[in-house]
């Protein structure tokens, strides 16, 4: 663990966050721009199959995600800090 109970420092999460959106905004534009493209070539039964392989997609992330409630960021945390400075930037 970092300095202040952080897993990982404030750097490191800002820039995983930024990619975090960056993708999910590219994401959101191919739909909106694939899904006419898609309704053209095969019209609405594979749309509703690719509706269906999303909601099955998102079933599966639910069903593998581990519960945190009632859990410490010590309990979540399998990263481990070698012994040795932590560099931080300020």
Same mark, same amino acid.
């Given at each position: $663990? %970092?300095?202040?109970? +952080?897993? &990982?420092?404030?750097?490191? =999460?800002?820039? @995983?966050?930024?990619? +975090?959106?960056? %993708?999910?905004? /590219?994401?959101?534009?191919?739909? *909106? @721009?694939?899904?006419? /493209? &898609? $309704?053209?070539?095969?019209?609405?039964? =594979?749309? !509703?199959?690719?509706?269906? +392989?999303?909601? *099955?997609?998102?079933?599966?992330? &639910?069903? $593998?995600?581990?519960?945190?409630? =009632? =859990?410490? &960021? !010590? !309990?979540?945390?399998?990263?481990? *800090?070698?012994?040795?400075? *932590? /560099? %931080?930037?300020?």
């Amino acid at each position: $663990m %970092t300095p202040h109970g +952080a897993p &990982l420092p404030a750097l490191v =999460r800002l820039v @995983f966050r930024g990619i +975090a959106a960056a %993708t999910g905004k /590219i994401g959101a534009f191919a739909g *909106v @721009f694939l899904f006419p /493209i &898609l $309704m053209h070539a095969g019209g609405l039964m =594979r749309a !509703e199959a690719a509706a269906g +392989a999303s909601i *099955v997609g998102l079933a599966i992330t &639910l069903w $593998m995600l581990p519960e945190t409630k =009632r =859990r410490s &960021l !010590e !309990e979540l945390s399998d990263l481990t *800090v070698a012994s040795g400075p *932590v /560099i %931080t930037r300020a």
